[in-house]
Each structure stands twice: as C-alpha cells, then as structure tokens.
C-alpha cells in the first residue's frame, strides 16, 4: 500500500470515528461537544467549554426536573384543575411533577405517567337498575337491571323482591314494578261492613219512622 493511500485512509477512519463519537449518559451533546448533564432539580445556565463544565441553576417557582438533563430551562409544573375533576395528590418540587388525582366520586378518563389529567362524576343507576360494582378512582360505576319480581330505585346494591301483600294478610293495591314495591293494603274487617250497611239502614228506618208520625198526625187533626 503507497503511503499516500495509507494517510488517506487513516484520515477517513478518523472522520468516521469523530463522527460517529457519542456521548455517555451523563452528558448531552451541543455543537459537537459532550458537556456533563445537570443533575435533577436544577437546568442548563451556561454550556461546557474548553475551560469550564456546564454550568447549572436550581429551579424555581412552579418548575421542576426529575432526571439529569442538558435542558436550558426547567418543566412547568402540572396545574391539577378540580374544574377536570382531579386535585392535588402530591404537590411539585423542584425534582418532580404535581400528581393529580380523581376528585371523590370521580373516576379517571385521562392519564399521564403516574398522574390523573382529567376526571369524570361516577355514572347514576337509573330506577330499575341496581348498583353491580361501585365507581372508583380508576372506573365507572357498573349498574345491571333487576330481573323479574324484584325493584330498585337505582341505589341498591342489590334488588329487592316485590313485597306478597297476601302473605300479610293484605291486598295488592299496586303491583310491583322494576322501579318500585307493590303496595298494600289491609283488608276490610267485617265490622266495618257490618256498620256500614247497619248505619244506612237505620238512616231510612229513622226517615220512614218520622215521616210516618207526622202524616199520622195530621190526619188525627183532621
């Protein structure tokens, strides 16, 4: 091999290897040079030179960093908004994010990382349904309809069965539906019937009676 291919190639090797040099993991790279990473908490004030290391700044007011990084400015701060349904489960500091969290009676809908971003109420059961699993922070509420012969007014764990009005001595003035009990209702004695022909009747005897003593008396005065 010539000497000049010799320098040629040795010179591409090292174009090549310049070019494809990466940075370690505590670095990041700028302008072709690895500068050291600023360590969690603080952000990039002044990149590295030939003289200095990067140079960091610790963040402040609603800002923060959680890893080691090359970023010239810190991360706002999530804001957990109860108007999305969440609140605030652990505040931010300057090395991590605000988690949020489901308000209570609200379940998840949207997530990011650990944190909860946006929230809906637990759904309603509608009268005839009844409650198969209660709401939590990660899912809706389950409602299933009540089968036949029992009710719920949406806020039974389980439905109940139709009360038997005969089995107490009652009458069925209302049947039952999916929505509600049958209702019922004692049944009329027979003393009550008894009065209540008996009174009528001695109503028109009394009537009669009277009627009767004063046409007698009239046709006595005559």
């Given amino acids: 091999m010539r000497l000049c291919d010799f320098i040629c190639l040795t010179l591409l090797n ?14 990041y790279e700028i302008d072709g040079e690895c500068c050291p990473m600023c360590s969690p908490g603080h952000h990039v004030f002044k990149h590295c030179d030939s003289q200095l290391g990067t140079q960091c700044k610790v963040c402040t007011g609603s800002t923060y960093t959680d890893v080691p990084n ?109 929505q509600s009990d049958a209702v019922c209702s004692h049944q009329p004695s027979n003393l009550g019937l008894i009065i209540g022909i008996l009174v009528p009747s001695l109503l028109v005897v009394v009537i009669l009676s009277i009627l009767l003593w004063k046409k007698k008396k009239t046709f006595n005065t005559l």
């Fill in 14 to 27: 090292l174009i090549i290897v310049m070019c494809c040099k990466a940075c370690n993991t505590a670095e």
């Fill in 70 to 178: 090359g970023l010239t400015a810190c991360l706002p701060c999530a804001v957990c908004d109860e108007g999305n349904g969440v609140h605030v489960k652990h505040k931010c500091s300057y090395t991590s994010d605000a988690l949020c969290e489901p308000l209570t009676g609200y379940y998840c809908t949207e997530t990011q990382g650990e944190s909860c971003r946006k929230a809906q109420e637990h759904s309603t059961c509608l009268p005839g349904q009844y409650i198969y699993q209660n709401g939590t922070a990660l899912m809706d509420t389950v409602c299933q309809d009540c089968p036949e012969e029992t009710y719920s007014d949406g806020s039974f764990m389980h439905c109940k069965p139709h009360t038997k009005c005969e089995s107490l001595g009652q009458i069925t003035i209302t049947q039952g539906t999916q």
